[in-house]
């Protein structure tokens, strides 16, 4: 018997539902000991989405639910680095731990290419697991992705010529496959276990088997939408009951 092919927006639906089961799946990991550190969650937000108002507002708003529903669970580290859309706003790094912000580690940034290795690692990573060490780290990466698609690059490119967090005020330039391993395998190597516990991506088309190999020593999870992936995200505010 032939059925009715589905809307987009029913497809939509059922791809949202699957990858919030694996979000709810992913959080539900063995915890560490009792006498170790709470969990880190690194959120790494590229908001200068040019070509996509829409997007830079939902980006806004998921930044502004992490730090209110999140960075207040006191069981909780929260970093974050959001570049707001507009030239005359500055990208903002925060460090939340015991549930309140720490004025301390605040940097303010006039402009950062988010789409830069040297910025991921160096003004993000790095800074990050000296800040708020935990037993457990958890990173998201929020923004415009393609998976292994060379996206808006010249005919021909190679599958390392896709992207993620393209930073619209330096020309979309954006993290390659090999760039985004790079910088995870350093950051990495800071940690306890050598991995992270999880990597989740907000971006399209990030659920490829190509970018699946490229981090396959870096992260014991990856979570990420295998297309386009609907309006409503995550589920942010659930990151506020892991312990």
Same mark, same amino acid.
């Given at each position: 018997m032939l059925l009715p092919l589905a809307s987009q927006a029913a497809i939509d639906m059922i791809r949202l539902g699957i990858l919030a089961f694996a979000f709810v799946l992913a959080l539900s990991l063995p915890a560490h000991a009792a006498d170790e550190a709470p969990w880190t969650l690194l959120f790494y937000i590229s908001g200068e989405t040019g070509? !996509?108002?829409?997007?830079?507002?939902e980006l806004k708003a998921t930044h502004e639910t992490i730090v209110r529903e999140c960075a207040a669970n006191e069981r909780i580290n929260v970093v974050t680095l959001y570049?707001?859309?507009?030239?005359?706003?500055p990208a903002v790094f925060q460090v939340f731990t015991q549930g309140r912000p720490r004025p301390d580690l605040r940097r303010e940034y006039r402009e950062l290419n988010m789409g830069a290795e040297w910025t991921l690692l160096n003004e993000f990573l790095r800074p990050?697991?000296?800040?708020? /060490?935990?037993?457990?780290?958890?990173?998201?990466?929020?923004?415009h992705g393609s998976g292994w698609w060379p996206a808006r690059r010249p005919a021909g490119a190679s599958p390392d010529a896709g992207y993620l967090?393209?930073?619209?005020?330096h020309g979309d330039d954006g993290l390659t496959p090999s760039e985004l391993r790079d910088a995870l395998a350093a950051a990495a190597s800071l940690l /306890?276990?050598?991995?992270?516990?999880?990597i989740a991506f907000h971006a399209?088309?990030? !659920?490829?088997?190509?970018?699946?190999?490229?981090?396959?020593h870096v992260a014991q999870l990856m979570l990420a939408p295998e297309s386009l992936l609907p309006k409503q995200g995550l589920s942010y505010s659930s990151l506020s009951r892991l312990t």
């Open positions: 070509h !996509s108002r829409e997007l830079a507002e570049d707001p859309l507009g030239s005359g706003s990050c697991l000296s800040a708020a /060490p935990s037993g457990k780290h958890a990173l998201f990466i929020l923004g967090a393209a930073d619209a005020s /306890p276990s050598g991995k992270f516990d999880l399209c088309d990030m !659920s490829c088997f190509e970018l699946g190999y490229q981090l396959r």
